[in-house]
């Protein structure tokens, strides 16, 4: 597509519940990225995949969170067991190439945890 | 480590000009971004500098010293619709991905 679309817009879960979130880059994309941004403050960058490899992951948490970027699948970032202060927008954004070309962000997904 | 800098809130009066200015302390610094960020919203691509100097697009210019590591955004004819959180941002080394500032949020007022 033109645009990386993201999905659900917004996701409620409870305390210890999984969450997962959707992302389908501009078509002919091959670079995936995944940020998080807390109560619209600075955003904290996760994870970047260039195709189905896994590119840069130094931002990621250790423990609870998950991401995968399948052939033919959009790509995907996995919370288990979500805490509280993981309440945050995700956004997924992509790019062609790197470094240099621009990064194209999708609307994010709000996730809530009560 | 990196350490980007930028003003937390700035506001400025509609049809005025305002720069906005980034600092960074980046080792491997390839290049570095402006984004706007609507309450709400996706941030979307203003500006990209890797080399020094001015870059003008429209109304909005991206200035960089790679040097003093330093940039600024420049707005002209400023608009209400301007009201947004500007983020300067920077990519280093083949990492690609980007390093944010904490953004700093503009108000126009008529």
């Known amino acids: 597509g033109e645009e990386v679309a993201q999905t659900p817009k917004h996701l409620v879960r409870g305390e210890g519940q999984k969450a997962k979130l959707y992302c389908a880059p501009i078509?002919?994309?091959?670079?995936v990225f995944w940020y998080q941004q807390v109560l619209k403050n600075e955003f904290k960058f996760l994870i970047s995949?260039?195709?189905?490899?896994?590119?840069?992951e130094t931002g990621m948490p250790k423990e609870r969170f998950s991401a995968k970027c399948l052939p033919n699948s959009p790509c995907s970032l996995e919370i288990q067991a979500t805490k509280l202060e993981d309440s945050a927008v995700y956004f997924c954004a992509s790019s062609q190439s790197r470094p240099g070309n621009t990064i194209y962000f999708g609307e994010g997904s709000w996730l809530t945890v009560v | 480590g990196q350490n980007i800098d930028q003003p937390t809130e700035m506001t400025a009066t509609e049809g005025a000009i305002v720069q906005i200015n980034c600092t960074y302390q980046t080792s491997g610094f390839n290049g570095l971004f402006w984004y706007q960020q609507h309450a709400g919203e996706a941030p979307t691509f203003l500006s990209y500098n890797v080399l020094d100097g001015l870059e003008e697009k429209g109304r909005f210019s991206s200035f960089l010293s790679r040097s003093k590591g330093y940039s600024y955004l420049l707005l002209k004819e400023l608009q209400m619709k301007d009201s947004a959180s500007y983020l300067c941002?920077?990519?280093?080394?083949?990492?690609?991905?980007?390093?944010f500032g904490k953004g700093t949020k503009l108000s126009v007022k008529p």
């Open positions: 941002a920077v990519t280093r080394g083949s990492q690609g991905n980007l390093i």
């Open positions: 995949f260039q195709n189905e490899n896994v590119f840069d």
């Open positions: 078509k002919g994309h091959s670079y």
